[in-house]
């Protein structure tokens, strides 16, 4: 039988250990198979992501931990240039980093502009389960994360440096997010029954003006969770996915019966009829419907995202409107 959430909690939580459930050790040890869940997110760390909450849903914990983990066990990865401690800076040479969380009921958590955390997703998880706020931001979140419990992270990465210094030279604000370019982990689940939750946490566009804040972590752009109807999150140009309110859009067309692709398109559709002649700037969106169906759907070709569910894990190409050229 699985551990309790509150034990699981005890034991288990990134919130409470600043650790992760992850990797091999992880799934040896799953004691329960979580039959009729599902668990999509964003780009190939998706997989490493998904492994993540699998494991954490297989060892007892809800689907609110679950997407917490998943998407925690990527912030931990600096070799992961978008996502956490290891992504690449703003224009200033800042790395900061924006998160979200949603429950099955709607609850919400964020947290945007913040330096210095490992997890972004667990202090915007705390923000929902100990404030009467939904977000904090810059130095206020910081110092309410200091105060709670969180402890700060120096980063240096002489890498990660070099190439910022680099593009200090011609200082040309390139948005390009692709495959071998894109940002952010966004994630959404079900258990097996039926209650969903989602996250999302970033470091945001490479090079952007110190605090910018792109859609990640805004509840209705990078990430919307209705228990009733089904979850949404968004990965690409942030500006883009906050002018049509990204993920509730894609919320509302399946509450009004879209499948959850066709409404992944639709809101693609709105970004591409919002912005006529736009180039190299990719949107996609991940859709999860309350009975478990999914769908996915991209500006351009090149936008993939992990699919678990309880036969296996799979990198899945999204559909979309154009190649890249
Ligand atoms: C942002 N949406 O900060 C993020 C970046 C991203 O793939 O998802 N890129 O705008």
């Given at each position: 039988?699985g551990r309790t959430?509150?034990?699981?909690?005890?034991t288990?939580?990134?919130a409470?250990?600043?650790?992760v459930?992850?990797?091999?050790a992880?799934?040896?040890?799953?004691?329960?198979?979580p039959?009729?869940?599902?668990?999509i997110?964003?780009?190939?760390?998706?997989?490493q992501?998904n492994e993540a909450?699998?494991n954490?849903?297989?060892?007892?914990?809800?689907?609110?931990d679950?997407?917490?983990?998943?998407?925690?066990?990527?912030?931990s990865?600096l070799?992961?240039?978008?996502?956490?401690?290891?992504?690449?800076?703003?224009?200033?040479?800042?790395?900061?980093?924006?998160?979200?969380i949603?429950?099955?009921a709607?609850r919400?958590?964020?947290?945007a502009?913040?330096?210095?955390f490992?997890?972004?997703?667990?202090?915007?998880?705390?923000?929902?389960?100990?404030?009467?706020h939904?977000?904090?931001?810059?130095?206020g979140?910081?110092?309410?994360?200091?105060?709670n419990?969180?402890t700060?992270?120096?980063?240096?990465?002489?890498?990660v440096?070099?190439?910022w210094?680099?593009?200090?030279?011609?200082?040309?604000?390139?948005?390009v997010v692709?495959?071998?370019?894109?940002?952010?982990?966004?994630?959404?689940?079900?258990?097996a029954?039926g209650?969903?939750a989602?996250?999302?946490?970033?470091s945001?566009?490479?090079y952007?003006?110190h605090g910018?804040?792109?859609?990640?972590?805004?509840?209705?752009?990078?990430?919307?969770?209705?228990?009733?109807?089904?979850?949404?999150?968004?990965?690409?140009?942030?500006?883009?996915?906050?002018?049509i309110a990204?993920?509730h859009?894609v919320?509302?067309?399946?509450?009004?019966?879209?499948?959850p692709?066709?409404?992944?398109?639709e809101?693609?559709?709105?970004?591409?009829?919002?912005?006529p002649?736009?180039k190299d700037h990719?949107?996609g969106?991940?859709?999860?419907?309350?009975d478990?169906a999914h769908?996915?759907h991209?500006?351009?070709?090149?936008f993939?995202?992990?699919?678990?569910?309880?036969?296996g894990?799979e990198?899945?190409?999204?559909?979309?409107?154009?190649k890249?050229e």
């Open positions: 039988m959430r509150r034990e699981f909690l005890k288990g939580s990134a409470a250990l600043g650790t459930l992850a990797g091999p992880a799934a040896r040890g799953i004691l329960s198979r039959a009729g869940a599902k668990v997110s964003t780009w190939q760390h998706g997989l992501a909450a699998w954490t849903l297989g060892n007892g914990g809800s689907i609110l679950a997407v917490e983990l998943g998407v925690a066990a990527v912030e990865d070799t992961n240039r978008s996502v956490g401690l290891g992504g690449r800076p703003d224009r200033d040479g800042h790395v900061t980093l924006d998160a979200c949603q429950d099955h709607g919400a958590g964020a947290v502009f913040v330096e210095h490992e997890h972004p997703i667990s202090i915007a998880r705390a923000v929902m389960e100990r404030t009467p939904v977000m904090l931001v810059g130095e979140a910081e110092r309410w994360a200091l105060e419990g969180f700060r992270k120096e980063v240096d990465l002489p890498e440096r070099k190439a210094q680099e593009w200090l030279k011609t200082s040309d604000y390139k948005p692709n495959v071998e370019n894109h940002d952010t982990i966004g994630m959404v689940g079900v258990d029954s209650r969903l989602g996250s999302c946490t970033t945001g566009m490479a952007k003006v910018r804040v792109g859609d990640s972590p805004i509840i209705g752009a990078g990430l919307f969770v209705d228990g009733e109807v089904g979850a949404a999150c968004a990965t690409g140009t942030g500006e883009l996915v906050i002018r990204g993920s859009t919320v509302e067309l399946m509450r009004q019966g879209m499948e692709d066709a409404a992944c398109r809101a693609v559709h709105r970004i591409m009829k919002q912005n002649g736009l990719q949107v969106f991940l859709a999860l419907r309350a478990g769908g996915a991209a500006i351009y070709e090149g993939d995202f992990a699919l678990t569910t309880d036969s894990t990198l899945v190409k999204a559909t979309f409107e154009q890249w």
